[in-house]
């Protein structure tokens, strides 16, 4: 069974994520293990305290190695990681690949960043993979955990069932996915292409293709174009 640990000051806010739909179906079928840590328990002080001011200043607090050194370790004393992954804007793009990739390790540890940061050195001796989900900055690395263990959560086999498989998605063979259609096949004259209603799989199978190049010409040229998402 998958294990992700995940480091974080605000847990209460990866729960909601994490502890329903598809990721809580995956932990009561025994195929993941989620388990949160708060920084604050491995905190040296009385106080609890887990960041500190910046040595030669500026604004914003970062977050202490001391803390977080001893809950790696901690775990690390009780399986080895495949992973430990820190959640940061200036990180690597987070794309499908790399979720596929980390659907088939055993143990992660997600890290997540809050105020300005976290002390360099955590970066150079304990991390092992910097992640970013985009272009834009959040006020933690939370959200940014919930995503990744969710894109790779779904991937693990036996997690989705086959009306929900995974093969379908946008972006599983660098193209966007096709539209989709249900009941009624006509709402106020707007009537769902012929084909689905066919019967004709090969006929739907390849028009769902087409549309797909379409899309993904029309909408992220960039996908075609490159193989860096894969
Ligand atoms: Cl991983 N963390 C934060 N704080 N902001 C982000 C991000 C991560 N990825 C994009 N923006």
Redesign the pocket.
């Known amino acids: 069974m998958m294990r992700i640990d995940i480091i974080t000051v605000l847990p209460e806010l990866i729960e909601g994520f994490l502890f329903h739909s598809i990721p809580k179906r995956a932990q009561d079928k025994g195929l993941v293990e989620i388990q949160l840590h708060n920084l604050r328990d491995y905190a040296t002080n009385k106080y609890r305290q887990v960041d500190d001011y910046p040595f030669g200043g500026g604004a914003g607090m970062v977050l202490m190695i001391e803390p977080i050194a001893r809950c790696i370790e901690k775990l690390q004393s009780e399986r080895s990681y495949d992973e430990i992954i820190y959640?940061?804007?200036d990180?690597k793009p987070f794309k499908q690949a790399d979720a596929n990739e980390l659907s088939g390790k055993q143990n992660l540890i997600l890290l997540c960043?809050h105020y300005k940061g976290i002390d360099e050195r955590v970066r150079e001796h304990f991390v092992t993979r910097e992640?970013?989900?985009?272009?834009?900055?959040?006020?933690?690395?939370e959200l940014?955990a919930a995503v990744v263990a969710d894109a790779v959560i779904r991937l693990i086999p036996g997690v989705l069932s086959d009306e929900t498989s995974a093969l379908t998605d946008s972006f599983q063979d660098n193209l966007l996915a096709p539209p989709v259609y249900t009941r009624p096949a006509d709402f106020r004259g707007w009537k769902v292409p012929d084909v689905l209603l066919s019967g004709n799989h090969k006929a739907i199978e390849e028009w769902r293709y087409e549309m797909s190049l379409k899309r993904t010409q029309e909408r992220r040229p960039d996908l075609l174009s490159s193989n860096d998402s894969k």
């Open positions: 959640l940061t804007p990180g960043g992640i970013s989900i985009g272009d834009y900055v959040l006020s933690g690395g940014a």
